[in-house]
Structure formats: structure tokens, C-alpha cells
């Protein structure tokens, strides 16, 4: 029977709740770090220097030593030699309790010496009742709990929790090995394993008892999924199946270009969701200047054809602004009126487009956050398009959800990244999430060069540009943005912007940073985009998301502080036109000798490879998946004992079983997601 938990002011459980130890099982699924052996007895005669070990033994003198430093030294026997243990700090009841022929177990380094064996600081229990069969776990714990009172409170945890079996025997899932031990039988082990069981399959998860927890755990994030997912199935949307000679068909007709195989592989995916009378949930995921927008485009003109609004979001102004001037590049002269919704607008200008978006006139609307405001009122929306969606949070994305009008309806979304998700984490974390990969990039693209450059030599990366301005090309250098200091930020783009003028005399070098108005921003961005500047100096790499095919060089100063999908996304700015491409990586090591081990691995990577996926798979790598995904800000509780590179078998598994658990016993999965997730079961909403 389940008790609400009585709110406490003692400490001690204050501080276990903020290790999340509230529940049972909480407390039974908080895992020893390591383990101590006490189970067996060295002798010091048989001791090795520098071993660890538990002596049995009869203390025959006990002193408190002032020399060098206060010091209680605790002498014992065990019959086969002698040995001092040394403490610094005590309590008196320790002093009373340690005194001749009181007999002890002390646990702890042994050192030879030259007086003979001592220990320092060992643990120290009176040698009463059996010796423990089971290793002694030892516990993440915070300061002020000691790891005695949390062994007590997990040994309670463990003993009530409710471990009912999720999977039982004759149920149509799967067989796996690791479901050969008993959840709770797994759970025991692994809080008090024997003796004889090997520390290293411990340590390194692969126990089968591990295996079982990492299965349930996977399990569970399954079933969650997949909860999520049915949920969204069973809300209606409306179904947008296009028209015979409608505008999807024009707009084909009028590309300047033909689409790669990829591109129509996933316009026909999105168009098969459209069509279906459920809301779409799909991630398009394609490498920079792969070509997402048109594909969006003409997702766009399918709801349109259906005489339905689309909303297409992007998460900055210049980002926003470029979309917008494609699309009516492209659907203006088809006849479609396009909405320009942002937060720097004149009211008049703002208010006017309300009015075309409530009234339906415009067909399109093109924005940053800005359309998720209260004001903003759609006519019949159906579509929505967020660009970059892991920039923006998980409320900011339900926001345009709700957008709909009618009531009981929910729009189709399209979700748009360059970042893309190694697989083991989209069939994991996003699993409840259509996917759609463009793996190809548009013909006609050469390979970017990539090099790392000391900064020491920024004399030679001038020179560069200066080769590339004279064949008519233009050149970016951005600077990086330092989160803590925007001053500094600020100094380093300006300082790099004078030397660039001074080095490069009649050529037009512009500036481009976060702290300037947006109306400068947009004029500094048209002269780049028209080729009336030669070199454009930036700090604001985020709204670098801009489309110059006459850009051929891009420099990164202090590369070692980006990360690596950021530095990726950065030099896919270059090589979208014929010239060949080059980007610069200049690093400092600033007073150390050499680059740190992960900013190398950054560095290297880029060097090594052009390929997103490649590029997703090695930041992974070097960063895991907390951090990975960190950017989603979408609650999505993470996994904390299941290691996606290793445990790809047991995710599989969890796939296929999920489906028929949820089915044959709905409560029994719902009871085992509240198990494992509690109250975290925020996933992906959105
Ligand atoms: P991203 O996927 O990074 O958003 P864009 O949609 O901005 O890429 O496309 C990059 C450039 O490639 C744009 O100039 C776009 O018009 C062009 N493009 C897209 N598809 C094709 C294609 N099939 N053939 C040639 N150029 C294309
Ligand atoms: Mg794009």
C-alpha cells in the first residue's frame, strides 16, 4: 500500500531526497559505486606492501602521540605480526573503545615500514559476529550522509520495494538472456554480490545481473515512448492529400534545379503523412546545404493545396529572414501571399500581417518566435515547420501546436535539424518520432578543405584571403561567442575586424556581432549576401545560418572553443558554390603547452571528416548523450544505467517487447514506467 511521503525536517532524509531517494525503489535502484571486501581476514604475515586488507586482531597499546602532530596510535596483534594504526582524527568514544585487549577489525592500506606495519585512518569495527559473505557495497552519497545510515535506508528501500516481473514467462516477447535473473534476485546481487563474482563485470556493467536492470530500464523508456506515440495517433488532424495540378505540382514545375533522390525519397514520406488524417511527428534531419527548405516548401504548398495556413518558424531573424526570401522567391509568383511575423516589426507593419494571417489571406507565415504570441491568431493552420528544432524549448514548440483553431484538431509538425542523431539515440531518446533523412547533397558541391592553423600563424590565413578576394570570392571569419564575458566577445571580433581592414586596404570588411540592432545586422548581412563585401568578421555564429554560394574560405578563430556539430554547421557555410572550398580551424593553447584531449578530438574529427552522420557519431562519443541531447531542453529523462554504444541488443529487444506488454498488460507496463521514471516521464511532447 502506497503512503504519501509526510513532509520531513530531518537532514539526513532532506538530503537523500535530493539524491532523488524518496521511494522504495528509488532507494533499490541506487546502486553501489563500488565494493569493499570484508569478507575475508589477512593475515600480516601474509600481507603485501600497499595491499588493502581486513586484519582481525587484539589491540595491546593505545597512545595519543603529540609528536609532529596531535595523533591517537592504536597498536595491534594479530598473532602473526604486529601493526600501528594512525589516526588524526577521533572520537573519544573511538579512543575508550580501542584499548588492550579489546579485538578489532581494521580495514585499510597496509604500509611496511620501517617500525613495522601500520595503517592510516582504517576502518575500525569490534571484531563481533560472523564475517559478512557478501562484499560490503559502498554508495553515492553528499556530504553529511554517511555511507552507514544510506546502507541502512537502501537496505530498507530494497527489501519493500514493489519488483513485481514486467515480462513473464510465456509472454510472446522475445527471448533474451538477460532476462534469466529474477528482477529482485538481480537487484540483491547487486547491492550485496558474493565474494567470488568478478569485480571487472561489475565495474564494467556486463554482469548479467547489470544486463537484467539495463534491459528493465530500456524497457521502460520503450513503453513510455510508445505511449506517447499512441496518445498523438489518436488525435485527429486534418488530412492535407493535395490536389491534381495544385500547387505542389506548379512548384515542382518551377524549381530552378531537379531534387536529389533523397529530397523526393522524403517529400514523398512527409506527403504520405500529410495525407492521413493524424497529426504528422517527423523529424527531417539533413546535413547543412543538403536542401531542407525546399523540401519544406513543398510540404508547405501540399497544406496549401488543401486550402490551409502553414507556419514556418525559424529560431533567429536573419535565419527567418532567409527563409522568407526564398519562399516567396519561389511561391510569389504562384500567386501565394506570405506573412513576415518577427519581434523587431513595426506595429504597423505587424499589425497588417495579424490581419492577413487571421483572415487567411496568407497562405504562409514566415517568423521567429514572435507567431507564438497570444496576438497572433491563424486562420486554419494545419502545418507547422520549426527549423533548428533543438533551439528552441519544449514549451516554445507546444506554443505553435496550439495554434490551431478548431477545437479537437491538431496541426501536422515538421521538425527540421542539420544536427543529425546517431541511430541508437533516435531509436532510443526519439523514439516516438518520425524520422526523415536527406543523405545527400545537391550535385555540383566541391569538398571543403580543412586545416588547423596555430593562431601564431594568422599572417599566412591573411595571405589566404587575400588569394581568394582576388579570384572575386568572399570570406568568412568568425570569431567565437564567449558566453561569460560578452565584452571580451566583443573585443576579440572588433579587434580582428581593425587588423583585418588595416591588413586588407580598399576591400570591404564588415562586422557583424549580437549587441548591434537588428536593422544593422540586416544591412551588414545584404551587402555580404550581394557581394559587395569581401571578408565579413562575426561573433553571432548562430545567425550564420545564411546561404552565400560565393563564399569560399571560412576561418574559425579559437576553434578549440566550439563544439563540434557547431563547428561542422560552421563550414558548411562554404562549398555551396563551383570554386573549391577551404575552411581554417585557428586554435590557441593559451599558456598550456598543447590543446586539451576532447578539444584535440574536436579538432580531429573535423579534419578527418565532411560526413554529418560521422561528425554526430564521434560528438556522441566525446560528449554522451547527456550532453548530446542537453540542447533539447525537453525534460527527456535520461537513461542511467543502459550505454547506448554497448547495449545496442538489449535497446533492440526493448523495442519489440514494448508493443506487446503495452498490449497484453497495460497496467503492468504502466506500472513499470512509474517505477522506473517516477514522476520524470516529461518526454518529448513536442
Ligand atoms: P539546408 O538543408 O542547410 O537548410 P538549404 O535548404 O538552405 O539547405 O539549401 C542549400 C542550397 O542548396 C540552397 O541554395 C538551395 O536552394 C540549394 N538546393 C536545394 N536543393 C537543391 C537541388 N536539388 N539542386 C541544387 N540546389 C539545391
Ligand atoms: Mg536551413
Same mark, same amino acid.
Not at 601500520?118 to 550522509?145: E, I, K, Q, R, S
Not at 540592432?517 to 571578408?535: H, L
Not at 542511467?640 to 526493448?654: C, I, P, S
Given at each position: ?297 513543398? *510540404? ?155 593562431? *601564431? ?41 581593425? *587588423? ?187
Amino acid at each position: 500500500m502506497a503512503v504519501a511521503p509526510t513532509p520531513t525536517r530531518n537532514p539526513l532524509q532532506k538530503a537523500m531526497a535530493k539524491m532523488g531517494l524518496v521511494r522504495d525503489i528509488d532507494f533499490a535502484l541506487h546502486l553501489p559505486l563500488r565494493y569493499e571486501d570484508e569478507t575475508r581476514i589477512v593475515r600480516l604475515a601474509d600481507a603485501r606492501e600497499g595491499q588493502w586488507a581486513q586484519i582481525e586482531a587484539t589491540v595491546t597499546a593505545s597512545e595519543v602521540s603529540l609528536r609532529q602532530r596531535r595523533q591517537l596510535l592504536v597498536t595491534v596483534d594479530d598473532g602473526t605480526d604486529t601493526c600501528t594504526l594512525r589516526f588524526f582524527s577521533y572520537y573519544p568514544a573511538q579512543q575508550k573503545a580501542w584499548q588492550p585487549g579489546a579485538r578489532v577489525r581494521a580495514r585499510g592500506e597496509l604500509k611496511g615500514g620501517f617500525l613495522g606495519w601500520t595503517m592510516m585512518h582504517p576502518t575500525v569495527h569490534a571484531a563481533a559476529g560472523p564475517l559478512p559473505t557478501a562484499l560490503t557495497p559502498v554508495y553515492p552519497t553528499v556530504a553529511g550522509l554517511p555511507q552507514a545510515y544510506l546502507r541502512k535506508a537502501v537496505q530498507g528501500g530494497l527489501a519493500r520495494a514493489e519488483l513485481s516481473e514486467t515480462v513473464a514467462v510465456g509472454d510472446a516477447v522475445p527471448p533474451h538472456a538477460a532476462l534469466a535473473w529474477p528482477l529482485r534476485e538481480a537487484l540483491q546481487f547487486l547491492h550485496h554480490p558474493a565474494p567470488a563474482v568478478s569485480l571487472q563485470t561489475l565495474e564494467d556493467h556486463s554482469h548479467p545481473a547489470w544486463q537484467r536492470l539495463k534491459i528493465e530500464e530500456l524497457l521502460a523508456q520503450q513503453i513510455s515512448q510508445l505511449q506517447a506515440r499512441r496518445a498523438r495517433d489518436a488525435l485527429a488532424a486534418p488530412a492535407l492529400p493535395g490536389r491534381a495540378g495544385g500547387l505542389h505540382a506548379r512548384l515542382m514545375a518551377a524549381l530552378p534545379f531537379r531534387l536529389t533522390a533523397a529530397q523526393q525519397r522524403v517529400g514523398a514520406e512527409i506527403a504520405q503523412d500529410l495525407a492521413r488524417p493524424q497529426p504528422m511527428h517527423r523529424l527531417l534531419q539533413g546535413d547543412v546545404g543538403s536542401g531542407k527548405t525546399v523540401v519544406a516548401a513543398l *510540404a508547405a504548398a501540399l497544406c496549401i493545396d488543401s486550402g490551409r495556413q502553414c507556419a514556418l518558424m525559424a529560431p533567429t531573424e536573419i535565419l527567418a529572414e532567409q527563409h522568407f526570401r526564398k519562399l516567396i522567391g519561389w511561391l510569389e509568383p504562384l500567386g501565394i501571399t506570405t506573412a513576415w511575423l518577427t519581434g523587431s516589426q513595426k506595429t504597423r507593419e505587424r499589425r497588417a500581417m495579424l490581419a492577413l494571417i487571421a483572415s487567411g489571406e496568407a497562405a504562409l507565415v514566415v517568423g521567429t518566435h514572435a507567431m507564438i504570441q497570444d496576438k497572433v491568431q491563424f486562420s486554419n493552420l494545419a502545418l507547422t515547420v520549426i527549423d533548428e528544432q533543438h533551439r528552441f524549448g519544449v514549451a516554445q514548440r507546444l506554443a505553435l501546436r496550439d495554434k490551431m483553431a478548431e477545437a479537437g484538431l491538431e496541426p501536422h509538425l515538421l521538425m527540421m535539424t542539420a544536427t543529425p542523431i546517431p541511430r541508437t539515440l533516435a531509436m532510443s531518446y526519439y523514439a516516438d518520432l518520425e524520422v526523415s533523412t536527406i543523405d545527400e547533397l545537391p550535385p555540383g558541391r566541391t569538398p571543403i578543405v580543412t586545416r588547423l592553423v596555430n593562431a *601564431a600563424r594568422r599572417d599566412e590565413v591573411v595571405e589566404r584571403i587575400r588569394g581568394q578576394l582576388s579570384q572575386g570570392r568572399q570570406v568568412y571569419w568568425v570569431c567565437p561567442l564567449i558566453e561569460e564575458s560578452e565584452a571580451l566577445d566583443l573585443s576579440n571580433a572588433t579587434a580582428t575586424h581593425e *587588423a583585418l581592414q588595416a591588413a586588407l586596404p580598399g576591400v570591404e570588411v564588415g562586422l557583424l556581432h549580437s549587441r548591434m540592432p537588428v536593422a544593422d545586422k540586416k544591412a551588414v548581412m545584404a551587402q555580404f549576401v550581394q557581394g559587395a563585401m569581401g571578408v565579413l568578421v562575426s561573433t553571432t555564429v548562430i545567425e550564420v545560418g545564411v546561404d552565400v554560394p560565393n563564399a569560399s574560405l571560412m576561418v574559425i578563430e579559437h576553434a578549440e572553443r566550439f563544439g563540434l556539430s557547431q563547428l561542422h554547421q560552421l563550414r558548411g557555410r562554404v562549398g555551396r558554390g563551383a570554386a573549391a572550398s577551404a575552411c581554417v580551424l585557428l586554435y590557441a593553447t593559451g599558456d598550456a603547452p598543447r590543446l586539451g584531449e576532447t578539444a584535440r578530438a574536436r579538432l580531429r574529427a573535423m579534419v578527418e571528416t565532411q560526413d554529418g552522420f560521422e561528425i554526430a557519431r564521434r560528438d556522441l562519443e566525446i560528449r554522451g548523450p547527456g550532453e548530446f541531447l542537453g540542447a533539447r531542453q525537453s525534460g527527456a529523462a535520461l537513461l542511467r544505467f543502459a550505454d547506448l554504444a554497448t547495449d545496442a541488443d538489449l535497446l533492440a529487444w526493448a523495442r519489440e517487447a514494448a508493443p506487446v506488454l503495452l498490449d497484453r498488460h497495460p497496467a503492468l507496463a504502466q506500472r513499470h514506467v512509474a517505477r522506473w521514471f517516477g514522476t520524470r516521464t516529461e518526454y518529448l511532447k513536442a
